[in-house]
């Protein structure tokens, strides 16, 4: 065997033992051993870009105030029988201040009761805020929240922790939560969806117990990573759902293949090497695909822990999925053999006729007319796009259900939106005390006055709103002693003197348009213009972490985008051997891709459907959601492109008939492509049941956009583009056919090639003649007419074959009442050339015999063949010499 994938998977089958129980040791160890500390491992979102002015500003109020948002958690407290005036209330807050001071790693309490700071109470004083200052890094500070809340479970006043590490922590545990929930609500789905695929519980079996194996290890390396990378949550799920779908596909499309080489040969071994040789390969490069394309998402947004993670654990279980494939199912199929079948609770299916199947007709009816359907597939995905005009991003929120999320909600009723999500100017001087001269304080008045007037801006608080009613000069001549009866100026000068933090409460919505424009003007106008000195000045808060994220993100957007096409292009070039396959697969998925995004959109933007999903809409979504939804779709979608079109190009270099190949590739792949993309969207479907919104989004968004290409794109697109190109999808020049690496599906038949000249289009030179595969046999067959059936013969292929039909789609088109839109096929088979009648209404006649249904009857020289009953459809078998190329009719 001279093909490096037969050659391999005979070596499977001569160690399938060993194989086998080597991949079930591993197994063990990776379930047993490292993958149920996996979630302990990873930490919450990371959606801060390293190194931005928000990190820089954050960074300072920590160190100078205790005052870090990413680290500081809120309590919220709220009474409705009494005001924070009243004793037991009071008596309530300074409690749970006590108590929460006692968690090991709080650094400081601050309450109404402290300062009287007016902040901190909302307006009708039925409700109050502690800010707790928690000391470590993210995931430590998170691990504290549990604590805090244990610490004031005494507490009769209702109370809810919130902040950005209480949401974190949320995240994390609902992460966990909703990984359980649709794993098992998954796989009983999956398992049922097999069972109607494949017919049996053995084979159904199969790709399922692959999927679980293939999470698992991969779960397994997340943990080992995530102990000396930091590494998302997000990793955990998205790998799973991904891992799961991938695992499942892959093992359908290798027990499929399998399944049908079984069918023609007694030996499952050699069914086995035929499998791996075509299928094998196939699920190779599809992972490969998506390994690469992950891989270059993962090194282009390294220092940005969340999209990174996600794009490393998709990166790890499509790997994971493709060993297995090539390990452990070869091995499993080899013992199995013929049992693959065991335990039938379905009938078989009944097998169609060659060139009769549904999906053949299907293809065969769009590619009679390809430009009606290419245009209606266009206007349905463009109308699917239209709202992405409309696309907003926020950061991700805590799920709705938890406390985090609950205390969020009260806290933006009682004291408005944004009161907890200030946008932060830190004016930072390098020397001591510093901050005590005229032109520091002339700075920090200068910027809270241009803050106070800007009409995006509710309220300003700095060292200067608490001296109302001194002049600029006054202002600027100040010293600590005139604020030591003011114990609440600490919070907007630190002790050194030598940092001063302006808060700026917004109007609109802290993701809002306005909001963002605020911290670009503070940024690029307002601050330099008052900052005639040249101190460091660092703009932060909610509203500048996300907008340094997205812009760390999205300016690298257009380099993934680039590098994962070129990824894509340069494995289907070498695969196809072919310049339109490519360019064609990247179009489909750019305008499948853009459909799905504007679904999104539709659903959690819009909150269509939303009760249905069990989410509050925010009017946005989550800013990662796009850049991993397109490397993961662009990245699916060649895995059935591949698929697809590795079966076109065997069965176009067996005839050289371009619509025929397409129509018997579609017939042999659709319906697994359909069965696996009907898996694939249960998988995905299945994570929109849980909290977590970004991971309800990008499941949603793989499952609708898997829809869009296995039905619109596969099933339409591709056939009616394939015809309108012709042989041109085959062609590539002849100096790159040469220096191109080639990959290929298996094993190529090794009939005779002849020289058919390339296609030129009218007006453009003549192209250099490419090889296509054709047999080459003595005669070729011919139907004559009868005298009554009027106009000129027809010459059969060498190849191939025709359809006879009423429909215009089949290559002898007859036009005649009594004929059925696909009433018969004539091909070339072992024998001769056959007949065979495709279920007509009014059947097939060969010497005033009529034909069984779908039994093929091979013609001899001088046979009278009638289609129907009418005289204009009766001709004469004949056969001649062949030519070089025999054309179709």
Request: contains cysteine; proline residues 6%; charged residues 15%.
């Amino acid at each position: 065997m001279k093909d490096p994938f037969a050659r391999y998977a005979a070596a499977i089958v001569r160690l399938r033992w060993p194989v086998l129980i080597g991949c079930i040791v591993v197994v063990a160890l990776a379930g047993g051993l490292f993958a149920p500390k996996a979630n302990a491992a990873v930490k919450s979102a990371g959606v801060t870009a390293p190194n931005s002015e928000s990190v820089k500003a954050d960074s300072l109020l920590e160190t100078q105030f205790h005052a870090s948002t990413h680290k500081n958690a809120i309590v919220v407290f709220r009474y409705p029988d009494a005001t924070v005036d009243d004793g037991f209330y009071q008596s309530q807050v300074t409690s749970a201040a006590a108590a929460i001071r006692g968690v090991k790693h709080v650094t400081s309490v601050e309450t109404y009761y402290d300062y009287g700071d007016p902040s901190l109470v909302s307006p009708d004083k039925h409700s109050t805020l502690a800010v707790v200052a928690l000391e470590g890094d993210e995931g430590a500070v998170e691990d504290l929240v549990p604590h805090v809340r244990d610490a004031i479970r005494f507490l009769t006043i209702q109370h809810w922790v919130t902040g950005r590490p209480a949401g974190g922590y949320d995240s994390h545990v609902s992460s966990e939560a909703d990984l359980q929930r649709s794993e098992m609500f998954t796989l009983p789905v999956i398992l049922l969806l097999l069972l109607l695929v494949f017919r049996t519980v053995v084979s159904a079996l199969v790709p399922l117990i692959l999927g679980v194996v293939s999470i698992v290890v991969a779960t397994a390396l997340i943990y080992l990573i995530a102990l000396g990378i930091n590494t998302s949550n997000f990793a955990l799920n998205t790998g799973s759902m991904i891992g799961l779908g991938l695992a499942i596909d892959y093992s359908l499309i290798i027990v499929s293949r399998f399944r049908e080489e079984l069918a023609k040969t007694p030996d499952h071994h050699a069914a086995l090497v035929a499998t791996m040789a075509t299928s094998g390969r196939s699920i190779t490069y599809s992972g490969l695909t998506v390994m690469l394309a992950m891989a270059a998402l993962t090194l282009l947004t390294l220092p940005l822990m969340m999209v990174r993670s996600i794009a490393m654990g998709v990166m790890l279980v499509a790997g994971i999925s493709v060993l297995v494939g090539l390990t452990m199912l070869p091995a499993m199929l080899a013992l199995l053999g013929r049992r693959i079948d065991a335990l039938r609770i379905l009938p078989r299916p009944r097998t169609p006729v060659q060139d009769a199947g549904i999906w053949y007709r299907i293809s065969q009816a769009v590619m009679g007319h390809p430009w009606r359907w290419l245009a209606l597939c266009l206007l349905v995905l463009g109308t699917l796009a239209f709202p992405i005009h409309e696309l907003t991003m926020n950061l991700f929120a805590p799920p709705s259900s938890y406390e985090s999320n609950l205390g969020l909600d009260v806290l933006k009723q009682e004291f408005g939106a944004n009161q907890a999500t200030p946008i932060q100017v830190v004016i930072h001087t390098s020397t001591a005390g510093g901050a005590w001269t005229p032109e520091f304080l002339g700075t920090v008045s200068a910027v809270t006055d241009a803050a106070q007037g800007d009409s995006r801006v509710d309220k300003v608080a700095s060292l200067k709103s608490l001296t109302p009613n001194v002049s600029e000069s006054q202002f600027e001549a100040l010293k600590p002693d005139a604020f030591k009866d003011a114990p609440l100026a600490s919070k907007f000068i630190n002790t050194s003197g030598d940092t001063a933090v302006i808060y700026l409460q917004l109007k609109n919505d802290q993701f809002s348009s306005q909001s963002e424009n605020l911290v670009y003007d503070l940024r690029r106008t307002i601050v330099p213009a008052h900052n005639q000195h040249g101190y460091q000045v660092e703009v932060g808060g909610e509203t500048a972490t996300f907008i340094d994220f997205r812009d760390a993100l999205y300016s690298r957007f257009p380099l993934i985008v680039l590098t994962v096409t070129v990824i894509v292009f340069a494995i289907m070039l070498m695969f196809f051997q072919s310049i339109f396959l490519p360019i064609k697969a990247i179009l489909l998925n750019l305008a499948s891709i853009l459909a799905t995004m504007g679904v999104l959109v539709v659903v959690f933007q819009h909150g269509v459907g939303h009760q249905l999903l069990g989410f509050d809409p925010k009017g946005a979504i989550t800013v990662v959601t796009p850049a991993i939804l397109y490397v993961i779709l662009f990245s699916l979608s060649t895995d059935y492109e591949v698929f697809m079109l590795s079966r076109v190009r065997e069965y176009y270099t067996e005839t050289g008939d371009n619509q025929l190949a397409v129509s018997r590739g579609l017939q042999r792949t659709a319906g697994v492509i359909t069965a696996a993309a009907v898996i694939l969207i249960g998988t995905f479907g299945s994570f929109t049941t849980g909290a977590q919104l970004t991971i309800k989004e990008i499941g949603l968004g793989l499952a609708v956009g898997v829809l869009l290409d296995a039905s619109l794109v596969r099933v339409i697109m591709v056939p009616a583009t394939m015809r309108l190109m012709g042989r041109w999808n085959w062609w590539a020049p002849g100096w790159l056919t040469r220096i191109l690496p080639k990959l290929s599906e298996g094993p190529a038949p090794e009939p005779a090639s002849v020289r058919v000249p390339a296609p030129a289009a009218d007006g453009a030179p003549r192209l250099a003649a490419q090889t296509v595969v054709l047999a080459t046999p003595a005669t070729v067959g011919r139907l004559v007419p009868v005298e009554e059936a009027p106009g000129r013969g027809v010459r059969l292929p060498a190849r191939g074959g025709i359809g006879v039909g009423r429909d215009r789609v089949n290559e002898l088109s007859l036009q005649v009442t009594g004929v059925s839109r696909f009433h018969a096929r004539i091909q070339p088979g072992p024998r001769g050339y056959e007949v065979t009648d495709l279920r007509s209404l009014n059947g097939v006649w060969v010497n005033g015999e009529r034909l069984p249904p779908e039994v093929a009857c091979v013609l001899r020289p001088g046979d009278l063949i009638a289609f129907g009953n009418s005289a204009q459809t009766r001709f004469r078998f004949e056969e001649e010499p062949a030519g070089v190329a025999t054309p179709v009719p």
